[in-house]
């Protein structure tokens, strides 16, 4: 699990794992970009085989130790530079494009993994909702851009959105809120001039302060995955955006 704190993010996750059992029953998966391999084992309830991928070696040991099913495996990958071949049904890719140096070329290895006719289902946040700066994320996207982005390069493309019931829009407006006073106490932004390293740990500290400030106001009951759904519906209010691509 991801803590008490950060039940809002781990839901959000995995709400999008939920939506594609359906979509991998039956079919040869690959989870490009599975970190430790927690939502990755579910998959095995409903696919043929599970291929979980990751390039941080420590993450891909860990889900290896932790995780044993006849149909799952796991290896290091680094999906940015490694030949991509068609040797997969399905790619899930979850809230890993705004990490990503080149987006376009990562789209395009991502396509070189699925055999012909196969799916790839990509989330990525929203640009529309983000409302604090995450060290971490080199960019993020509209749906228009995220769309222009994956249409020359697949067959069809489908835009989805994840999207909050009132809990976790009240939870949202609070998380905001905090964030704006704790910006405040840094008109200059130099906070951007400390080194990296420094930058993560600090943003990982005031994202554990910015979600107890925002349970206050949501009761202790923790926000869950039946607190969102994907699907249609006004893209500038999802959190996450959803593309479902053919190849």
Not at 9 to 18: K, N, P, Q
Not at 193 to 209: D, K, M, S, Y
Request: hydrophobic share 45%; glycine share 6%.
């Amino acid at each position: 699990g991801w803590g008490k704190d950060f039940d809002y993010d781990e839901a959000r996750h995995l709400v999008a794992y939920r939506y594609a059992h359906e979509l991998v029953r039956g079919k040869d998966v690959m989870d490009a970009g599975c970190g430790e391999g927690f939502a990755t084992q579910t998959l095995t309830e409903t696919a043929r085989s599970v291929v979980g991928v990751d390039y941080h070696a420590e993450a891909v040991a860990t889900a290896s130790r932790k995780w044993s099913h006849p149909k799952l495996s796991f290896r290091v990958v680094d999906l940015a530079a490694a030949v991509a071949d068609d040797t997969f049904d399905l790619v899930l890719n979850f809230q890993v494009l705004e990490h990503v140096t080149d987006d376009a070329a990562f789209v395009r290895r991502l396509h070189g993994w699925l055999r012909p006719g196969g799916t790839l289902m990509l989330t990525t946040p929203n640009v529309v909702q983000s409302f604090s700066e995450n060290p971490c994320h080199l960019r993020e996207y509209h749906a228009a851009e995220l769309e222009a982005l994956l249409r020359p390069v697949f067959s069809e493309v489908k835009l989805l959105g994840v999207f909050g019931n009132d809990r976790v829009c009240e939870f949202d407006r609070n998380r905001r809120r905090a964030v704006e006073r704790i910006l405040k106490l840094d008109p200059l932004g130099l906070r951007r001039l400390l080194p990296e390293r420094l930058l993560h740990v600090a943003f990982a500290r005031l994202g554990q302060l910015v979600r107890r400030l925002a349970h206050r106001h949501v009761g202790e009951t923790p926000l869950c995955i039946e607190d969102f759904r994907i699907g249609e519906g006004d893209l500038a209010e999802a959190v996450d955006l959803v593309a479902i691509c053919r190849r």
